[in-house]
């Protein structure tokens, strides 16, 4: 679905990714795994068209997409739950969901319902200021809100980043979920435990480089766990 | 008691033009987080391209004011393009000396099509003021309220109300957020310019019909006193712009009442400065992180 190749982006002089290839198979949750400043973050940003490759090639579903714009790229079925989350803090719950879904044209209704019935609590504060809800809601609302696009492929970037166990584990819950109904994730996550219970294949980024592949419970994956969170 | 009615009228008329003129300013810093130093430029330029209509044809009022609004955009969309879409990933102070640059572009411009110093305006009203009671009241200060009125609840219903609004908020408050949303941030942008260019044409006429006459100086001046007004409404806040622009209506009329006018714009840089330095609350006086 995804084929990233040799895939450069830099900060100035400073290369984040140095030559980066991977590939997501459809219908798979695909998970990233990497210490800190690995360069994923940079990954996701970077096919997500908020940051411009200096070489190589991101083809999703046989389309070159690399450098082009993040609205250009949302509307070609890839939606991005950045780091951070990142709502909008002043408008309500109901227009930020709205704003997911800036390019459409159809009848939002339907699938703010479905929405809603996953996420109540943000039912209950559909009129309130996304700036007000807590943490665990505000994830909750930015997933919410790339998924009113109607992504094909779903990126989302450390999605339990501070965050209450209960909130992560109804995170997992609704990832587990949503792959059900047939949405291609790609997912970095430091909750590497987590992320490998419900991931079907994994990498490993380490300064700026793809170094390993594999499936959970392949027998590297206690060495991966290990370097992803000590960098070593 | 009647002195201080009778300012505060006038103040509150002249204010209502600097409203308009921070809400142009604040529309583009908010969307942008950038100075735009040509937004009064492009304001006069439209003034000129009224003025010279005036000139040749004698048209009417009705007939300058498209004239005007359809020059202000023209020249706004023109700052964009050249200005701050190739900066927009870069430095805020490149963007702001290219606009810089504009400004003085379109100086010449206007000198060089009308070489006077200064230029008739046709009168936005013939005949003289209203009394009211022991006032009097210009009818250019009614109109100016009452167009800035109409001005600030057409923006607020375009921001509020419609899918294009909701996309400049969605800019204005995060603009990696609105792109990832599918919102394209060069489109929401240069719409943006146009818009307050408009804005900024509608104070500007109201202005020179006013006060009957047009000179270069209209863009400096419109620069200023919207960037003025901007700031003390707190940076980048709409309801603070017209704040902005009101208070620094009151505060020219009355300071120029009771001090003099050489104390007149003394006095409202001085207040902008002491209320930066306390940090007053509304302003957005955190350093930037």
């Keep these: ?7 450069v982006t830099a900060y100035g002089t400073i290369e984040a990714l140095k030559g980066v290839s991977l590939d997501i198979a459809p219908g798979s949750i695909t998970c990233l795994l990497g210490p800190n400043g690995a360069g994923k973050t940079t990954l996701m940003m970077t096919i997500a068209g908020v940051l411009r490759p200096r070489r190589g090639t991101v083809k999703f579903q046989g389309e070159d997409i690399a450098g082009r714009a993040p609205d250009a790229i949302v509307s070609r079925g890839i939606a991005l739950v950045p780091e951070n989350r990142l709502v909008f803090p002043s408008m309500t719950v109901l227009e930020n969901l709205h704003a997911g879904a800036y390019q459409r044209r159809d009848d939002l209704a339907p699938d703010i319902e479905r929405l809603f019935g996953r996420f109540p609590r943000l039912k209950e504060r559909s009129a309130q200021l996304a700036g007000t809800l807590s943490g ?13 696009s109607r992504p094909r492929l779903l990126l989302m970037d450390e999605p339990s980043l501070g965050l209450a166990p209960l909130v992560v584990e109804e995170i997992f819950r609704t990832i587990a979920e949503l ?6 994730i790609f997912l970095v996550e430091q909750n590497a435990h987590m992320a490998l219970q419900v991931a079907s294949h994994f990498f490993l980024m380490e300064q700026g480089r793809v170094t390993f592949s594999g499936n959970p419970g392949s027998l590297a994956e206690d060495e991966v766990i ?7 | 008691m009647t002195d201080f009615l009778q300012n505060s009228v006038d103040g509150l008329a002249a204010g209502a033009s600097y409203s308009l003129l921070a809400l142009g300013f604040t529309l583009v810093f908010g969307v942008l987080r950038r100075a735009n130093l040509s937004y009064g430029p492009a304001i006069m330029l439209g003034a000129y391209a009224a003025t010279w209509a005036s000139l040749h044809f004698h048209a009417g009022l009705f007939v300058l004011f498209p004239v005007m609004l359809a020059a202000s955009v023209l020249a706004g969309a023109y700052v964009e393009r050249l200005a701050f879409a190739p900066h927009r990933a870069g430095s805020a102070i490149t963007a702001m000396v290219a606009s810089f640059a504009l400004w ?6 206007a000198t060089l099509v009308l070489p006077g110093h200064l230029y008739a305006f046709p009168p936005l009203h013939e005949g003289g003021p209203l009394a009211v009671g022991s006032l009097t009241i210009r009818v250019e200060a009614l109109v100016m309220i009452g167009v800035a009125v109409a001005a600030c609840g057409a923006l607020w219903g375009l921001l509020y109300r419609t ?4 996309a400049v908020r969605a800019v204005i408050d995060n603009p990696v957020a609105a792109g990832l949303s599918g919102i394209s941030v060069p489109a929401i942008s240069i719409r943006i310019f146009a818009l307050a260019s408009a804005i900024g044409a509608v104070a500007g006429f109201l202005i020179v019909a006013a006060q009957e006459q047009v000179t270069p100086m209209l863009g400096m001046w419109s620069t200023l006193k919207g960037l003025l007004a901007m700031m003390l409404g707190g940076l980048g806040s709409l309801p603070g712009a017209v704040a902005g622009g009101l208070a620094l209506g009151l505060l020219e009329a009355h300071s120029q009442w009771y001090l003099g006018p050489q104390l007149r714009d003394f006095l409202a ?3 902008l400065f002491v209320l930066l330095a306390a940090r007053a609350p509304w302003m957005n006086t955190r350093s930037a992180s």
């Design chain 1, 226 to 232: 290990r370097r992803a969170y000590l960098g070593a």
């Design chain 2, 269 to 271: 840089y001085f207040l």
């Design chain 1, 179 to 184: 792959h059900r109904d047939g949405t291609t």
């Design chain 1, 136 to 148: 665990g809601e505000q994830q909750m609302l930015a997933v919410a809100r790339a998924l009113m």
């Design chain 2, 104 to 109: 003085m572009q379109f100086e010449e411009l």
């Design chain 2, 163 to 166: 899918r294009f609004g909701a």
């Design chain 1, 1 to 7: 679905m995804l084929e990233i190749r040799d895939l």
